[in-house]
């Protein structure tokens, strides 16, 4: 089994839509969470921290349940901007990556 | 303030040569980590560099060492080169300090091609 494992995608929504990214961990000693976000040939870059209690920053919502092992990201209203890889990261020591999940958002 | 910035940004190497790549971080940063990203996968953990030492490494064979200066930039070398270590080579910058959620900053990588 993976360490972080998210869905495969690809996810193609039209603009306005809500879509969801769910993302699964093999370590319960992990210790933080993030979102990152990648664009083709770029680099990664966070777009967001996760945080027990949940986080929000503007169209974006970040849930983590570590009973579960689960995270998951929210977009509402989805933008033509928001097409991207978007990288489920675990914290254990050293940053594990998922292998990310790539979202089009269509006109 | 510069961000990360890395060495070459393409290289194209044969079967058993060796290679070098380089990374100078974000100013004010003290910790530099690298990652290989093969395609269409997530990056994956190299080692990290602080005060010049590794501390910590992933599943990487010794043929991947690194070094880490006293300005804190840092190199990886990668010996005896396979085809399968064709990838996205990134390096990330970050503080020791920032604690459990310290953002790692990346650098545009280097695309290394092994022929």
């Known amino acids: 089994r993976k360490e972080v494992e998210q869905d495969p995608g690809p996810f193609n929504v039209p603009e306005g839509a809500t879509v969801a990214f769910n993302c699964t961990y093999s370590?319960?000693?992990?210790?933080?969470f993030f979102w990152y976000r990648q664009d083709c040939r770029k680099e990664p870059k966070l777009l967001m921290s996760?945080?027990?209690s949940g986080n929000e920053d503007g169209r974006f919502t970040a849930q983590l349940n570590r009973a579960s092992q689960y995270i998951s990201l929210l977009i509402r209203d989805s933008k033509l901007s928001d097409s991207a890889t978007y990288l489920c990261?675990?914290?254990?020591?050293?940053?594990?990556f998922g292998a990310g999940t790539r979202l089009t958002v269509k006109p | 303030d510069a961000g990360v910035t890395q060495s070459p940004t393409h290289l194209i190497k044969t079967r058993g040569q060796q290679v070098t790549l380089r990374c100078s971080p974000k100013?004010?940063?003290?910790?530099v980590s690298w990652y290989q990203q093969a395609l269409g996968q997530g990056p994956q953990f190299i080692f990290q560099?602080?005060?010049?030492?590794?501390?910590q490494r992933g599943n990487f064979p010794d043929r991947f060492s690194g070094h880490q200066f006293p300005n804190y930039s840092s190199e990886l070398n990668v010996n005896a080169l396979l085809l399968g270590d064709s990838a996205l080579y990134l390096c990330?910058?970050?503080?020791?300090?920032?604690?459990?959620?310290?953002?790692?900053?990346f650098g545009p990588g280097t695309r290394l091609t092994v022929l």
């Open positions: 990330a910058s970050s503080l020791v300090a920032g604690g459990l959620y310290n953002e790692q900053f």
């Open positions: 370590n319960s000693a992990s210790q933080s």
């Open positions: 996760v945080y027990s």
């Open positions: 990261v675990v914290n254990t020591n050293d940053m594990r």
């Open positions: 100013s004010g940063h003290d910790t």
């Open positions: 560099y602080y005060e010049e030492e590794e501390r």
